[in-house]
């Protein structure tokens, strides 16, 4: 069946269509219930199913003939380790790592919070709860204690398991000292942390609190997988929303399960056997669904990579990859190339290297900007595609269907809707535009299996964030339009989120610091088009009367604030004091104006503004 059909019955009849693709699965109690509505007015997928996400991942391969192919490969150029994991080596460690989980108290519904660089033991650690039925919440490394803290403070974790520190290029970053902190910080600290040790830093343990990864496992007795309801939570995933909370998406069991299954093939053209690369981190949902979870339930080979595009040693590092590991699609993000590209401009190191395994290269985290597509279409003479996808949905809303029937690539766009997801674009009304008009993304509900039901401890949040705007449809935050060919593009978010390097942020969140500090009366902040980064930060502060603070101390001592209570990852460097924010007469702030004026764009000062000479003094800020 081509696409067009595909997508037609998927939107249809979605009952009919999702009902097909949980059959793939192997439940231990098959759904009669396909969709639903639960008592907070959530859809919901196969409510009435049971399965385990970790069985289904693992033991179903071992009993069904894959035993012995690898599931895992984790390459580190940090280290210098590569290592290869089979199914059943890789069953058996997530079984025994479940019997830690157990013997310290953790069962169905418990939360853990894991906070750990890029090594097998994060994998093996979030398929240990799902094994038991606990939910986890992955925390990037790029994130600093206050941050932990917020998320063990919402998740409120019976335990945190952490290594003793991560690598970034050359340099070693201690993880435990945050944690420590985190959990001096927070209100609902975790009953007991979980150390791995690595080889070039031992942390120092706290009578108490922390216990020996190691000393546990050696003693553990390994885990059954635990049945589970499909609409039970498998994990929680914070992410930036536009205040300074960041939101906890909640994950099911069921519907991941199947939509990311279907995915593999659908989306990404991957067969069981085949190797599949995900360069991205466990932190983020791209690592979540794609090294973690859908390759393996898909029995294919996942790589997991503890490194960098760059330095880690060369601007060659995805191709040698890609050649030793014979991964036949890879999935980064598009500043990951631009990163390369800045480096290896004419790819000369790619010469070097055999990359006849790769028939797709996939593009995600933010638009693939049509100068780096080109760049990496010539270079790689093999399709080049984005696709468009959030957190909150678990896997591509829109992509290029390549396990379904294959479409031309157009530069700049996401190209078609993924089955299940009803796209429509709307103005601030709710209107339906015409073709080529660009207006807010939202899709229709009911969203397909494995997108978001609810935010953590707050349906309320849920509803107001995604539900309440257009009732009936899912606001997805981004702003984009169809082309005459039925093809999606998607131009940037339109609330106050932001893209720095491929990670999420927001500027909330980083107004709050700022506007935290004694010399601060108040702030905005906004973010600047970066060639490398996407967009970066940019701040501006109004300092209380009276103060008198050099410009350039004020900046260091925000920028030292940022980096330490949000963390290194929001790449925050530039604080500009001015004399007054430009606001509209009801007092909001026009970040979208400022963010024009940042950007060389033409703009207008609306008719709202109160006073439009403010806008000259941004300028002349930015100009300085
Ligand atoms: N733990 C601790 N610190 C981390 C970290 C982690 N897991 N990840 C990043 N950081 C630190 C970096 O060391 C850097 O610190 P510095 O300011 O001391 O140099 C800072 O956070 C900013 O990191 P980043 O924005 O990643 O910059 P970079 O120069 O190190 O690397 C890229 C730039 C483009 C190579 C890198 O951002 C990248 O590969 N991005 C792809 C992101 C991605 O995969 N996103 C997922 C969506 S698919
Ligand atoms: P995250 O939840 O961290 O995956 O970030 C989701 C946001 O990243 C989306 O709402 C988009 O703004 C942006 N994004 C991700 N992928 C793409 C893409 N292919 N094209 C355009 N924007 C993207």
Not at 81 to 104: H, I, K, M, N, P
Request: glycine fraction near 8%; charge should be negative.
């Amino acid at each position: 069946m081509e696409y067009s059909d595909r997508y037609q019955q998927s939107i249809a009849q979605p009952e009919t269509f999702w009902k097909q693709q949980a059959e793939e699965i192997d439940w231990y109690k098959k759904p009669s219930t396909i969709l639903g509505v639960d008592e907070l007015g959530s859809d919901r997928w196969f409510a009435d199913g049971e399965l385990n996400t970790a069985y289904l991942a693992l033991d179903y391969h071992v009993e069904n003939g894959r035993a012995e192919q690898t599931a895992l490969i984790y390459d580190s150029p940090v280290t210098n380790t590569v290592e290869q994991y089979s199914y059943r080596e890789l069953r058996d460690q997530v079984a025994c790592f479940a019997g830690v989980l157990r013997e310290q108290g953790i069962g169905k519904g418990d939360r853990v919070i894991i906070y750990m660089p890029m090594v097998p033991q994060a994998l093996v650690a979030m398929y240990a709860c799902a094994r038991l039925g606990a939910v986890h919440s992955v925390v990037f490394g790029g994130f600093a204690a206050r941050e932990l803290a917020i998320r063990i403070d919402d998740a409120k974790p019976k335990l945190l398991l952490a290594a003793s520190y991560g690598i970034e290029v050359d340099k070693v970053i201690p993880y435990k000292p945050l944690v420590d902190q985190a959990v001096e910080l927070a209100e609902f600290p975790p009953q007991r942390c979980v150390i791995l040790q690595r080889p070039q830093l031992k942390a120092e343990m706290i009578e108490g609190q922390d216990l020996d990864w190691q000393a546990l496992t050696s003693r553990a007795k390994p885990a059954d997988p635990v049945p589970v309801k499909a609409t039970d939570p498998l994990y929680i995933l914070y992410t930036s929303g536009t205040t300074g909370k960041p939101k906890g998406v909640v994950r099911d069991n069921g519907g991941h399960a199947v939509a990311l299954k279907y995915s593999m093939k659908a989306v990404y053209d991957i067969n069981p056997g085949e190797v599949f690369w995900a360069a991205s981190d466990i932190g983020w949902v791209v690592g979540h669904s794609y090294i973690i979870y859908a390759p393996l339930l898909a029995g294919c080979t996942t790589l997991m990579y503890e490194g960098k595009p760059v330095r880690t040693p060369d601007a060659g590092a995805f191709w040698r990859v890609i050649e030793q590991h014979k991964v036949k699609a890879c999935f980064a993000a598009p500043t990951a190339f631009r990163a390369i590209k800045k480096e290896d401009p004419e790819g000369a190191l790619k010469q070097k290297y055999d990359l006849s395994s790769m028939t797709n290269l996939f593009l995600a985290g933010e638009r693939l900007d049509p100068p780096t597509y080109y760049w990496l279409k010539e270079l790689c003479d093999i399709p080049v595609i984005d696709h468009w996808w959030q957190t909150e949905t678990g896997w591509a809303i829109a992509g290029n269907p390549m396990g379904i029937s294959p479409q031309e690539t157009k530069a700049g766009s996401a190209t078609l809707p993924s089955p299940g997801f009803n796209v429509q674009i709307v103005d601030e009304t709710g209107k339906s535009l015409p073709t080529g008009k660009q207006g807010q993304v939202v899709i229709k509900r009911p969203l397909p299996p494995a997108c978001l039901p609810t935010l953590w401890g707050d349906h309320q949040r849920f509803i107001e964030s995604y539900m309440s705007e257009f009732p009936g449809y899912y606001l997805t935050g981004d702003g984009g339009y169809f082309d005459e060919e039925g093809y999606l593009f998607i131009m940037g978010r339109t609330d106050d989120v932001i893209n720095v390097a491929g990670h999420r942020l927001s500027t909330g969140e980083i107004e709050e610091v700022i506007a935290s500090h004694d010399a601060v009366a108040e702030c905005a902040v906004i973010s600047q088009n970066d060639a490398l980064k996407g967009e970066l930060p940019i701040g501006f502060a109004v300092l209380k009367d009276g103060v008198e603070l050099n410009p350039v101390q004020l900046q260091a001592e925000v920028v030292a604030k940022v980096r330490n209570d949000i963390g290194p990852i929001a790449c925050f460097k530039q604080l500009m004091v001015v004399k007054r924010l430009p606001k509209t007469r009801s007092g909001k702030i026009l970040r979208k104006t400022m963010k024009s004026i940042a950007n060389g764009e033409s703009y207008s000062a609306p008719g709202t503004i109160d006073d439009p000479v403010v806008l000259d003094e941004i300028a002349e800020a930015l100009d300085n």
